[in-house]
């Protein structure tokens, strides 16, 4: 199972051809994609047409899913935040410190287009699907 970060998402339906986009398709077809609620946050809030939203929003909610934030990851979040802060390196947002933070405690690779998961990659242990 690969968590794709909503950056790759977006290429994907917006029809992006990229070895990333075909790493998505590939693990889109045989299941072995995992969605989670900040990532559909993200993925859906950017939408402009009402019929695309919906189409998207069908597609992405029929995925297996689960909470990434909680009272636990929450927590951890911040721990990796502080710790990576002290290394000189600050991650842009919140969101992908909690989705690094939630693929790193349950062992989820994560599939992605953004650096700051390079960043939770070198310090933090979090798994990258190929690059």
């Known amino acids: 199972m690969i968590i794709p970060d909503a950056s790759v998402w977006i290429d994907y339906f917006n029809e992006v051809v990229s070895p ?14 995992l969605a989670g609620d900040l990532i559909i946050t ?14 998207t929003k069908k597609f992405i909610c029929a995925m297996p899913f689960e909470t990434f934030a909680g009272k636990y990851i929450a927590v951890q979040a911040a721990r990796n935040y502080r710790f990576l802060r002290k ?26 287009k953004d650096h700051d998961f390079d960043s939770m990659e070198k ?9």
């Open 20 to 33: 990333k986009t075909a790493i998505l398709a590939k693990a889109i077809r045989k299941n072995d994609v």
């Open 42 to 55: 993200e993925i859906l809030h950017g939408i402009r047409s009402e019929e695309k939203y919906e189409i």
């Open 87 to 112: 290394k000189g390196i600050t991650i842009r947002k919140t969101i992908d410190i909690i989705i690094g933070t939630f693929c790193i405690e349950y062992g989820y690779p994560v599939l992605h």
């Open 123 to 131: 310090y933090l242990g979090l798994q990258i699907v190929e690059r």
